[in-house]
């Protein structure tokens, strides 16, 4: 574990020294809650769902996290699943928990091949360009202002470093990948745009890709601010090589770094010696964070082992999150924010 200058405390301490509220030191212990231990935004993803039907999911998202970026809500598949007819409930939903919380949002995804409508997939070239820019140009305004940070794309590289074949990569080419970025940032200029992928933590030919890309579109002004590195991590592959360095090499081209969809799973079912190991791992990527100074967020993918992704898409693994299934903080989270 290493803290890094608590500056969002000590902001709350100049405003109680100017008279406006007043402000205690908490007592270090874990009843000081994540969002409170780093100047980092400390975060999960959240689904609309279970912050209204559950009290205690609502009540430890809000007490432990300052960001939540809405897990399904602000996809594509759900706000538009059939064309023209629009569902913003979940998203909706969840804005408006933040704004009434203080707490920021990560908008995702706004373009992604998967979760995507077959009516989309199924367009020809020119009307896909139009539709995806008012896609984007809709979504992106309707919560302007109200969102801190946007991944606007999301996985469109191969592991070796390859363009992934999408319906967008096919039918407009490398370039539409600077064209969503200056249609979001027509859309919302406040908000800082995001390109987020998995499997980039460490140096890797996928990492390097991104890199490369980064740069040629930093290079051509297009306004691309961060690289979103998800953290989707599995104790049985080793801790990624060169994480630190990888975060530092982003951040040298001028854009912010993000821990976006952090989680460790573990073969089930979990061990003591397991959860030490999914531990050490959650630290070594919270510890990498802080130690980057334009590393700015730290968001897992899920808090609770109650409600995750990782069951129903690797079979015989789980447990990936920092609280289980009852909520009660799991060694990881204990190493994190002893
Ligand atoms: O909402 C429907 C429900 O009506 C239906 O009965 C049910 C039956 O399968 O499906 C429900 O939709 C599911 C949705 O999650 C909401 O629960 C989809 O089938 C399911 O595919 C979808 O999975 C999501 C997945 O993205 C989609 O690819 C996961 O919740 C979500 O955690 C996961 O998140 C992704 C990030 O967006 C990008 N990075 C990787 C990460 C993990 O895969």
Redesign the pocket.
Known sequence: MVHAIPVKRALVAMVALAGVAVWQAPAASASVPLKDITHRYVGS?VAASYLASEPDYRAVLTREFDNVTP??EM?WGTIEAVRGQYDWSGADAIVRYAQAHHKTVRG??LVWH??LPDWVAALPAGELRRVLRDHITTEVKRYKGKIRAWDVV??IFNEDGTRRDTVFQQKLGDGFVADVFRWAHAADPSATLYIND?NIEGKNPKSDAVYDLVKTLRRQGVPIGGVGV?A?LSIQYGFPEGYQANLKRLTSLGVDVAVT?ADVRIPTPPDAAKLDTQASYFDQLWDGCQAVRKCVEFTA?GFTDRHS?VPD?FPGEGAACLFDADLKPKPAYTRINP
């Open positions: 993803a897990e399904n996809k995702h995804t998967s979760q999301n996985e998995y998800q989707h969809e993918w992704w898409v």
